[in-house]
C-alpha cells in the first residue's frame, strides 16, 4: 500500500529552521546565557521534534500544543528584547496558516496584537500605529488564507483519512484502493479478501475500543478503514488462502471483543461489483462471528456473458 501523503519538504523545512535556531540559541548562551538564548533553543528543539517525528503534527493536541508553544515563544523574545527579534511578529500570521481549532486563531491574533502594542509603544504613537497596522493586516491575510486551507483540510479528511490521529481511511479511499490492489494481488497470485468489522453490541465504547485495537492490532500494509459510524473494514492480503484464514484468527483473537465479521473474497473480480453498504448492512444481527459471503462475479464470466449478450440482440 502506497504512503498517502508526502511530508518530506514540510519535515525538511522544520529542520532546517531548528538548525538556525539552535545555531543562534549556542551563540547566544556562549556569549551569556540569557533568558532569549533559552527560548531560543526551546524554540528549535520543538522544531527538531516535529521535524523527526513530523507524525506527531497530525494529532490535534499535539500541534494545539506546538503553536500555543511558538506564540508564547515569539511573544517573549520580541517583548525582552524588541531590538533583536522585532521580525518575529510576521511570525503570528504564519501561525493562521496552519490547521488549527477555531479558538486557536482569535488567542494567536490577541497574543501578536498585545506583543505589537507592548513592543512599540515606547517607540512613539506614529510607529505604534503603523506596527499594529501592519500586524493586523498580515494576519488578517493569514487567516484568509487559513481558512481556505481550513476548508481544504476538511475535505481531505473526509475523502481520505477518517480519523486524524490513526492510519483509518474512508469509503471514499477504499473505493480508490480496490482496484489497485485487486490487479496487484491477481497480478502476483496472491490472495487478497475484505473483512467487515461491527461490535457485537455498537455503542460508543465498543466502536471506539474497536477503533484503537483494530489500529494496533493490523499489520503496517494491512490498510484500514471506517466505513461509517459502526462498520469497520480491512483489507487482508496474504499469500495463500490458508495464510489468510490464519491471519484472520489471529487478528480476530487479538481484538479481544465480541465482533461480528463478514468476509468478501475479492481475486479476479471487478471492484464494481462491491456493494460496500449491502455488505455491512446490520452487520451485528449475524447470527456467526465470521460470516463468508460469496464471491463476485470473475473478470472472466463477466467478459464471457458480453458476446452472448451481444448475440442475443
Known sequence: MEIKFKVRVSQFI?????????????????????????LLAIGGTLLLV???AHELFTMGWFRTMAMLSVAVIMALL??????????????????????????????????????????LTPLGSDWLSLGIGITATLMALGAIAGQRQQEVWRQLERRGRRDANRAIWSQYQLLRDLPREISRADREGIH??????EPATPTRLTRRRLLNTLDSAALPHETRYQLDDDCLALL??????????LRRRQLMEHLAMPVRARV??????????????????NLSEEREPITHLPALPSRKAALADTPQAEAED
Open 78 to 119: 520580541v517583548l525582552l528584547a524588541p531590538e533583536q527579534h522585532m521580525m518575529w511578529l510576521w511570525g503570528f500570521a504564519v501561525l493562521l496558516l496552519y490547521p488549527r481549532p477555531a479558538w486557536l486563531a482569535p488567542a494567536c491574533a490577541i497574543i501578536g496584537l498585545i506583543t505589537t502594542w507592548l513592543a
Open 50 to 52: 516535529v521535524s523527526l
Open 14 to 38: 522544520c529542520l532546517l529552521g531548528s538548525v538556525l535556531l539552535l545555531l543562534e540559541a549556542a551563540r547566544q548562551i556562549s556569549l551569556a546565557l540569557t533568558i532569549t538564548g533559552l
Open 192 to 197: 487478497i479478501e475484505l473483512i467487515l468489522l
Open 236 to 245: 487482508l492480503v496474504a499469500r495463500s488462502e490458508h495464510a489468510a484464514n
Open 264 to 281: 468478501q473474497p475479492l481475486n479476479d473480480t471487478e471492484a464494481d461489483h462491491l456493494d460496500l453498504q449491502a455488505a455491512s448492512a
